[in-house]
């Protein structure tokens, strides 16, 4: 069993399929075996992203995704937990993806969300990012392909 967080920014509307985030992000971790994991997904604008990837990164200008690794362990209730850390995305960024890369915005935000995953586990992509039409080489992108394909069927819009 995994937990997940899934929150809003501030002052933003929840879309229509944001009760859907927490079912596919635990498909997701049990698609890779995860267990035990506590993972927090925050939805906001450009212009908090932007913020964010200036301060963490030193890039003054929006991006899709964030993450923000955690590693630490607690224990409740529940039982023993690994906070593998924070998702950030851009709600404003998702159909500009999907635009450049030619995919529904379903498909591009399933992949947003597998990409955060494999992130705060520990996973890097390097310089290597998927360009539209081009071959995937990187283990990390192949991987978030793969498990993309397993979750083919899930729909949130």
Same mark, same amino acid.
């Given at each position: 069993?995994?937990?997940?967080? =899934?929150?809003?920014?501030?002052?933003?509307?929840e879309? %229509?399929? /944001?009760?859907?985030?927490?079912e596919?992000?635990?498909?997701?971790?049990?698609?890779?075996?995860?267990?035990?994991?506590?993972?927090?997904?925050?939805?906001?604008?450009?212009?908090f992203?932007?913020?964010? &990837?200036?301060?963490?990164?030193?890039?003054?200008?929006e991006?899709?995704?964030?993450?923000?690794?955690?590693? %630490?362990?607690? %224990?409740?209730?529940?039982?023993?937990?690994?906070?593998?850390?924070?998702?950030?995305i851009?709600?404003?960024?998702?159909?500009?993806? @999907?635009?450049?890369?030619? =995919? @529904?915005?379903?498909? %591009?935000?399933?992949?947003?969300?597998?990409?955060?995953t494999?992130?705060?586990?520990?996973?890097?992509?390097?310089? @290597?990012?998927?360009?539209?039409?081009?071959?995937?080489?990187?283990?990390?992108?192949?991987?978030?392909e793969?498990?993309?394909?397993?979750?083919?069927? /899930? &729909?949130?819009?």
């Amino acid at each position: 069993m995994n937990r997940i967080l =899934v929150s809003m920014q501030e002052g933003l509307s929840e879309p %229509e399929w /944001f009760n859907k985030v927490q079912e596919f992000e635990s498909l997701v971790l049990q698609k890779l075996g995860y267990d035990g994991e506590e993972i927090s997904i925050l939805f906001c604008n450009d212009a908090f992203i932007k913020d964010l &990837n200036s301060r963490f990164r030193n890039i003054d200008k929006e991006t899709d995704i964030l993450s923000f690794e955690n590693g %630490e362990e607690y %224990e409740d209730e529940e039982g023993k937990w690994l906070c593998i850390g924070d998702m950030i995305i851009s709600l404003e960024t998702l159909p500009k993806n @999907a635009e450049y890369f030619n =995919v @529904a915005q379903n498909e %591009e935000l399933k992949r947003l969300l597998i990409h955060g995953t494999l992130h705060l586990n520990g996973m890097d992509h390097g310089e @290597a990012h998927i360009e539209s039409g081009s071959k995937v080489e990187d283990e990390m992108l192949c991987l978030q392909e793969q498990i993309l394909q397993q979750v083919s069927d /899930f &729909n949130f819009f």
